[in-house]
C-alpha cells in the first residue's frame, strides 16, 4: 500500500514555458485581444488560474474534502500487461476510474463547481461527448447545490444509454445533441454529431438562461491545472517504488487527462535542471489534430461566437467519422499543450480504434481492469514505446501511462471488436485539407500534415 499523500495544492506548467501563450482572438477581430475570450460568468478564481505567475495554487478545503473519496489513485507496475505485449522495459499505469464519474473528469469538475457556487451562479450547463465529463459535472453539482444540464452527442447517448441513466441519477437534465433546444443545433442539421455541437448548445443555452453559466472540462487552462493532482502523485509514487521513467503516456481528447499527468513531469523537470521525459499525447487516428492538424486560430464550439484560441486544429468544421474514440473526438487540442507541440516539448501518435480496444482488451485479462476506449489509445502507445515498437522514440527506462477511466459503460465497443465488426476509419484526406484551409496560422504559414508550423 502506497504512502503517498494526495497533494494540497495544483501545480501550473505556465512558469515554465519558453514563451506566452498566444491570447485568444474575437471572432471578428484581426489583432488578439489580451483578454479575449474571458466570460462574464467566468469565476475570477478561475481566470487568474489562467494567467502565468504563479505555479502553485491551494486547493480549496472543501474540495479536498470530496478529493478524499478517491485520491491518491493507485499506480502500480503492469508486470503482466509488460509480458502480453512484449515491454522490454517497465509499463507503470495510474489509474483514475475509481470514482463516481469512471474518469479523471472529476477533478477539475468538483473544483469548477465549488468556484461557481462560489461566484452566485445557480446552474451549470456543459456538452459532452462519451459522457465522462457530464457525469462527472452532475456529480459536482449534486455536492455543491448546483442544477446541472448536459448536452451529450446523440450518437455516444445512444450507445450508452446507461451514461444519461447515470447523469439524471445524480440529478442532471440531459439532452442529446443535436437537441430541439437551440439555434445552433437547427442550423447544423439533425444529422450532425459532434462534441463540438454539443458544447454550442450548451453555451447557447448557458447564454439566455439566468442564473446559469457554461462549464468546459478539458481544453482549458485552468482545468489543466486542476488535473495536475495525477502527475503530483505519479511522481512521488515512481520515487516511492524506485522508479524511472523516460516516457510518460496520456490520451488527448482536448488534453485535460494527458495535460494533467505530464506536465507536472515538464516542470518538475524545469525547476531542479532534471532530464524530461518523453511527453507522449496518444490520439485518435480519427482525429488527428496534434500528428497531421495545423497550429492556427480555430473555433472551440459550433456557435461561432466564442473566442478564437490558437490549437493544433483538424478544422472545427471536419465532419469527424465515427468511431470508438469517445472522448478523443474533438477537433483540437488546448492552447497550453498545443504551444509545447509548437515547441517540439511534447509528441504525438495517433491511435485507431481496433488497436486501442485491443489493447484495452490485453489489459483487462491482465491486469484485471476494464480501460475506457480512450484509455486504450494510451495503452497502445505505451505498448508500442516498451516492446520497441515505435520508430521514433524507444526507451531505456520505463514508461507510465494513464488509465483515465474505466470501461464498463463502453462494453458495447469491446463486443463489436470481438464480433469483428470494426475497422479503422481514416480521415479523408480531401475534407480533412478543406477544414484547415480557410484558419489562420499562429505564426508564420501553418503546413498541413506536418504536425507544425514554420
Same mark, same amino acid.
Given at each position: 500500500?502506497?504512502?503517498?499523500a494526495m497533494p494540497t495544492?495544483?501545480?501550473?506548467?505556465?512558469?515554465?514555458?519558453?514563451?506566452?501563450?498566444?491570447?485568444?482572438?474575437?471572432?471578428?477581430?484581426?489583432?488578439?485581444?489580451?483578454?479575449?475570450?474571458?466570460?462574464?460568468?467566468?469565476?475570477?478564481?478561475?481566470?487568474?488560474?489562467?494567467?502565468?505567475?504563479?505555479?502553485?495554487?491551494?486547493?480549496?478545503?472543501?474540495?479536498?474534502?470530496?478529493?478524499?473519496?478517491?485520491?491518491?489513485?493507485?499506480?502500480?507496475?503492469?508486470?503482466?500487461?509488460?509480458?502480453?505485449?512484449?515491454?522490454?522495459?517497465?509499463?507503470?499505469?495510474?489509474?483514475?476510474?475509481?470514482?463516481?464519474?469512471?474518469?479523471?473528469?472529476?477533478?477539475?469538475?468538483?473544483?469548477?463547481?465549488?468556484?461557481?457556487?462560489? #461566484?452566485? %451562479?445557480?446552474?451549470? !450547463?456543459?456538452?459532452? *461527448? $462519451? =459522457?465522462?465529463?457530464?457525469?462527472? @459535472? &452532475?456529480?459536482?453539482?449534486?455536492?455543491?447545490?448546483?442544477?446541472?444540464?448536459?448536452?451529450?452527442?446523440?450518437?455516444?447517448?445512444?450507445?450508452?444509454?446507461?451514461?444519461?441513466?447515470?447523469?439524471?441519477?445524480?440529478?442532471?437534465?440531459?439532452?442529446?445533441?443535436?437537441?430541439?433546444?437551440?439555434?445552433?443545433?437547427?442550423?447544423?442539421?439533425?444529422?450532425?454529431?459532434?462534441?463540438?455541437?454539443?458544447?454550442?448548445?450548451?453555451?447557447?443555452?448557458?447564454?439566455?438562461?439566468?442564473?446559469?453559466?457554461?462549464?468546459?472540462?478539458?481544453?482549458?487552462?485552468?482545468?489543466?491545472?486542476?488535473?495536475?493532482?495525477?502527475?503530483?502523485?505519479?511522481?512521488?509514487?515512481?520515487?516511492?517504488?524506485? #522508479?524511472? %521513467?523516460?516516457?510518460? !503516456?496520456?490520451?488527448? *481528447? $482536448? =488534453?485535460?487527462?494527458?495535460?494533467? @499527468? &505530464?506536465?507536472?513531469?515538464?516542470?518538475?523537470?524545469?525547476?531542479?535542471?532534471?532530464?524530461?521525459?518523453?511527453?507522449?499525447?496518444?490520439?485518435?487516428?480519427?482525429?488527428?489534430?496534434?500528428?497531421?492538424?495545423?497550429?492556427?486560430?480555430?473555433?472551440?464550439?459550433?456557435?461561432?461566437?466564442?473566442?478564437?484560441?490558437?490549437?493544433?486544429?483538424?478544422?472545427?468544421?471536419?465532419?469527424?467519422?465515427?468511431?470508438?474514440?469517445?472522448?478523443?473526438?474533438?477537433?483540437?487540442?488546448?492552447?497550453?499543450?498545443?504551444?509545447?507541440?509548437?515547441?517540439?516539448?511534447?509528441?504525438?501518435?495517433?491511435v485507431g480504434q481496433v488497436?486501442?480496444?485491443?489493447?484495452?482488451?490485453?489489459?483487462?485479462?491482465?491486469?484485471? %481492469?476494464?480501460?475506457?476506449?480512450?484509455?486504450?489509445? $494510451?495503452?497502445?502507445?505505451?505498448?508500442? @514505446? &516498451?516492446?520497441?515498437?515505435?520508430?521514433?522514440?524507444?526507451?531505456?527506462?520505463?514508461?507510465?501511462?494513464?488509465?483515465?477511466?474505466?470501461?464498463?459503460?463502453?462494453?458495447?465497443?469491446?463486443?463489436?471488436?470481438?464480433?469483428?465488426?470494426?475497422?479503422?476509419?481514416?480521415?479523408?484526406?480531401?475534407?480533412?485539407?478543406?477544414?484547415?484551409?480557410?484558419?489562420?496560422?499562429?505564426?508564420?504559414?501553418?503546413?498541413?500534415?506536418?504536425?507544425?508550423?514554420?
Open positions: 500500500m502506497s504512502s503517498v495544492s495544483w501545480r501550473s506548467v505556465l512558469p515554465h514555458l519558453d514563451e506566452p501563450l498566444p491570447p485568444d482572438r474575437s471572432p471578428e477581430a484581426t489583432a488578439a485581444s489580451s483578454d479575449a475570450g474571458v466570460s462574464v460568468n467566468l469565476p475570477f478564481a478561475l481566470v487568474r488560474q489562467s494567467a502565468p505567475g504563479r505555479e502553485f495554487w491551494d486547493i480549496p478545503a472543501e474540495v479536498l474534502d470530496a478529493y478524499r473519496t478517491f485520491r491518491p489513485t493507485q499506480l502500480w507496475r503492469a508486470r503482466r500487461f509488460e509480458e502480453a505485449v512484449g515491454a522490454r522495459v517497465p509499463i507503470y499505469v495510474k489509474y483514475e476510474g475509481g470514482n463516481i464519474s469512471g474518469s479523471h473528469k472529476l477533478n477539475t469538475a468538483l473544483a469548477q463547481a465549488y468556484y461557481y457556487a462560489k #461566484a452566485g %451562479v445557480k446552474e451549470l !450547463v456543459t456538452g459532452t *461527448g $462519451a =459522457g465522462q465529463w457530464g457525469t462527472a @459535472l &452532475a456529480a459536482a453539482c449534486s455536492i455543491f447545490g448546483l442544477r446541472c444540464r448536459v448536452f451529450m452527442v446523440g450518437t455516444s447517448l445512444q450507445k450508452k444509454p446507461y451514461r444519461g441513466t447515470l447523469m439524471r441519477t445524480l440529478g442532471a437534465t440531459v439532452h442529446a445533441s443535436p437537441s430541439d433546444l437551440t439555434e445552433v443545433a437547427a442550423r447544423a442539421g439533425g444529422g450532425f454529431n459532434s462534441l463540438a455541437l454539443a458544447i454550442g448548445e450548451a453555451v447557447e443555452y448557458a447564454g439566455r438562461t439566468e442564473g446559469a453559466a457554461f462549464c468546459i472540462g478539458s481544453g482549458e487552462t485552468y482545468s489543466i491545472l486542476h488535473q495536475s493532482v495525477i502527475g503530483l502523485e505519479a511522481i512521488e509514487q515512481l520515487a516511492e517504488l524506485e #522508479a524511472e %521513467v523516460d516516457s510518460v !503516456v496520456g490520451c488527448v *481528447g $482536448a =488534453g485535460s487527462n494527458f495535460g494533467g @499527468l &505530464a506536465l507536472p513531469f515538464f516542470a518538475e523537470a524545469a525547476a531542479t535542471g532534471a532530464e524530461c521525459p518523453r511527453l507522449v499525447a496518444a490520439e485518435s487516428s480519427t482525429t488527428p489534430k496534434l500528428t497531421r492538424g495545423v497550429y492556427a486560430y480555430d473555433k472551440t464550439d459550433a456557435t461561432g461566437v466564442s473566442p478564437m484560441e490558437a490549437m493544433y486544429t483538424i478544422g472545427s468544421s471536419y465532419p469527424i467519422p465515427d468511431s470508438h474514440s469517445a472522448g478523443l473526438r474533438f477537433h483540437g487540442a488546448a492552447k497550453v499543450l498545443s504551444a509545447m507541440r509548437h515547441q517540439n516539448q511534447i509528441t504525438a501518435r495517433a488497436e486501442a480496444l485491443e489493447a484495452g482488451q490485453v489489459f483487462t485479462r491482465t491486469e484485471m %481492469v476494464l480501460p475506457a476506449p480512450e484509455s486504450g489509445h $494510451a495503452l497502445a502507445v505505451a505498448a508500442r @514505446l &516498451a516492446s520497441g515498437r515505435d520508430d521514433e522514440d524507444r526507451p531505456t527506462r520505463g514508461v507510465v501511462a494513464c488509465v483515465s477511466g474505466h470501461g464498463y459503460l463502453d462494453l458495447s465497443a469491446y463486443q463489436q471488436l470481438m464480433d469483428g465488426e470494426l475497422s479503422n476509419e481514416p480521415p479523408v484526406e480531401q475534407s480533412l485539407l478543406a477544414a484547415m484551409d480557410q484558419l489562420q496560422p499562429v505564426q508564420g504559414l501553418a503546413i498541413a500534415g506536418s504536425g507544425h508550423a514554420v
